[in-house]
């Protein structure tokens, strides 16, 4: 009985980060679509931050944006909503995430969300963002890409801790096996 409370605190948790998400993804997407027009180019940072938009019918960098509609609505809308309801299914039902995975699982949920909501609604994604890091740059995005990537990378560094903290484990137990 005690696990329940923590259970529906867990689950409105993670309702209202995807909900923030969403939002976040949408009213930006919104803006851009009624303020800004096709291929204008508005540097907010100089060179660094630049506000364009462009429609993006395909996934990342336009890839699949030609193919057959029926191959489209299963890899673009069918295929994603599968995933993201086995994800979201996990993230529910598993207790014992670290708050970093939860956050990053459920982060890049939001973002997936918010990208397949555009191409049901709209048929295709909005993007809006193009980031000059001196380095390297990015494709033109939007808050659901960098929510996407996000997740992703909190994700990495979790696997990343666990990775660290068994091999610590493992070398105290094979330390004291040698002794």
Do not use: W
């Amino acid at each position: 009985m005690k696990k329940e409370p923590k259970r529906v605190i867990r689950i409105l948790f993670i309702l209202g980060i995807l909900i923030a998400n969403i939002s976040c993804d949408q009213i930006s997407k919104d803006i851009v679509r009624k303020n800004i027009a096709y291929n204008t180019h508005i540097n907010v940072i100089s060179k660094y931050l630049i506000l364009t938009k462009v429609e993006n019918k395909g996934a990342f960098l336009g890839l699949g944006d030609s193919i057959p509609r029926p191959f489209y609505l299963f890899l673009m809308i069918l295929l994603p909503l599968i995933a993201i309801g086995y994800a979201l299914y996990y993230l529910i039902r598993k207790d014992n995430l670290s708050k970093i995975l939860l956050i990053g699982l459920t982060i890049a949920i939001g973002g997936g969300l918010g990208n397949i909501l555009d191409r049901i609604v709209f048929g295709s994604v909005t993007d809006f963002l193009f980031f000059d890091f001196v380095l390297f740059h990015t494709g033109i995005v939007n808050m659901a890409d960098i929510s996407v990537t996000t997740g992703f990378f909190l994700i990495m560094y979790e696997l990343y801790l666990n990775q660290r903290e068994s091999k610590s484990l493992n070398t105290e137990n094979n330390s004291k096996i040698i002794k």
